[in-house]
């Protein structure tokens, strides 16, 4: 109210009409700040102390939340460290290594594409690559759908690694041209499974990525900020892992537990040239970084996408559906059936990157948005029990229309996101 009077105040030896409507409009804009302002204080759930519990109970280091109901925050918190022995808080407006959860993105920037008709779902290996007739046959007619479903037999990363990564850490080049590199190398390799069977495959993203770099001329770094960060203002997004070893820390360090110990061990960073080799192996597949909020912004789209015209509606339910069958991988995310989730299927996706490892599960037909994190990789299954858990705190306080836990009345939240796919990077 102060700011108010006083800017009112300075203003008013302004007597033309411009300077009186100029009055008025930045009057109704701080009264609009004021409002959201007090609305976020106000309405947001505080859940930190909720979560040291669990973080204790799991040894993770640090944890952290948030829930978007109707495009509102209505709980987020933080709890612990951003490096284990290090007082420094984690926050929950702390960017994050999201993992394979980027892939949901990647598969959204081609959706866009899609929608501007500047490739198709089934484009081909073969319309892609002039060189297409070195690949092993069997991939010559793959389609981008095929990669970004998991179902084109394309290698797994560990194959990957076991066979190329010394060749990797060699190349020399920008992202797209060592990812161009990457993509011939698996694709000249035959399939590891029948196309069609479904293999997890941060390479498969490796070639999409490849695919949609040939026809646009654009590398994947400038289209996912162009077509996913920009227009959702997501102004914390970067590509690369956010991760600094100064002390204190000034973001989140990622940790391994094993599963003799429970004091969570920091991780040492990557050299850049790894770094900078893997992002063109992987990238596309689990490089990017943001805030817990600005995350949600880029999932609440899968809800709202339609009518804000950020996607088509055939594209926008292709971005939500199982690629095949009723439940299972679709592109990029799964789909399943959850009680809660109804009408509709739950969405999901966990990522594991960097010693951080996350999880979203979401409802479009509920507008619940539920995304968790952890700056820890645990082997035996710590990390998941812990982001499983807040998961299923927040979606059992938000899915229903109550104000007491679902959990506590009736029915268990079954969200299981461990025995989905495995958690490879
Ligand atoms: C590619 O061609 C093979 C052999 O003709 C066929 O079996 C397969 O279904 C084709 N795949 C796609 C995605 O068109
Ligand atoms: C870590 O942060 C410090 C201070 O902001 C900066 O000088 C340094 O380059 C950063 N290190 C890395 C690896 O990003
Ligand atoms: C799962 O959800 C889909 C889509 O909503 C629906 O068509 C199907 O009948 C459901 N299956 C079961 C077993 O509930
Ligand atoms: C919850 O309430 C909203 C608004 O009243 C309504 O649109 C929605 O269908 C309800 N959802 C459930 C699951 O009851």
Redesign the pocket.
């Known amino acids: 109210m102060q700011i108010l009077l006083f800017l009112l105040f300075n203003t008013l030896h302004l007597s033309n009409k411009r300077g009186l409507l100029a009055v008025i409009q930045m009057i109704f804009a701080i009264l609009l700040i004021c409002f959201v302002a007090q609305r976020i204080a106000g309405d947001t759930a505080d859940v930190s102390a909720e979560l040291d519990p669990i973080r204790m109970r799991y040894n993770m280091p640090g944890l952290s939340t948030i829930a978007l109901k109707r495009g509102e925050i209505v709980a987020q918190g933080a709890s612990g460290y951003r490096r284990q022995g290090e007082s420094t808080p984690l926050l929950v407006t702390d960017p994050i290594n999201i993992g394979s959860c980027s892939k949901w993105m990647t598969a959204t920037l081609a959706g866009r594409l899609v929608d501007r008709k500047i490739l198709s779902w089934t484009t081909q290996i073969r319309e892609c690559f002039p060189d297409f007739m070195s690949f092993s046959s069997v991939f010559r007619n793959a389609t981008l759908e095929q990669f970004l479903a998991h179902r084109s037999g394309v290698q797994q990363s560990t194959t990957f690694y076991s066979r190329h990564y010394n060749k990797l850490i060699i190349q020399k080049g920008t992202f797209r041209e060592i990812r161009h590199w990457v993509a011939e190398t698996v694709l000249k390799d035959g399939p590891e499974v029948s196309p069609g069977e479904y293999l997890y495959a941060n390479q498969g993203y490796a070639v999409a990525a490849a695919m949609i770099e040939q026809i646009t001329g654009q590398d994947w770094e400038s289209l996912i900020q162009e077509h996913v960060f920009t227009p959702l203002q997501m102004t914390s997004a970067t590509i690369g892992v956010v991760y600094n070893e100064s002390i204190p820390p000034k973001t989140p360090v990622g940790h391994d537990l094993p599963s003799t110990t429970i004091t969570p061990i920091p991780r040492p960073l990557l050299s850049p040239t790894v770094l900078h080799n893997d992002q063109s192996a992987a990238g596309p597949g689990g490089y990017i970084a943001c805030t817990l909020q600005d995350w949600a912004k880029f999932l609440h789209a899968h809800v709202v996408g339609v009518s804000t015209g950020y996607l088509t509606a055939e594209t926008s339910e292709k971005l939500k559906r199982p690629f095949i069958g009723v439940e299972g991988y679709g592109l990029g995310v799964s789909a399943y059936n959850r009680t809660w989730a109804t009408p509709g299927q739950a969405l999901v996706h966990s990522g594991d990157i960097f010693g951080q490892n996350t999880v979203f599960w979401m409802t479009p037909s509920?507008d619940l948005i539920v995304a968790t994190y952890a700056n820890c990789r645990s082997e035996d299954g710590r990390t998941g029990a812990a982001l499983d858990t807040v998961a299923g705190l927040l979606i059992g306080r938000y899915?229903?229309?109550m104000t007491r836990s679902r959990t506590a009345i009736r029915e268990p939240i079954i969200l299981d996101h461990l025995s989905i796919f495995p958690r490879t990077d």
């Open positions: 509920r899915a229903y229309n």
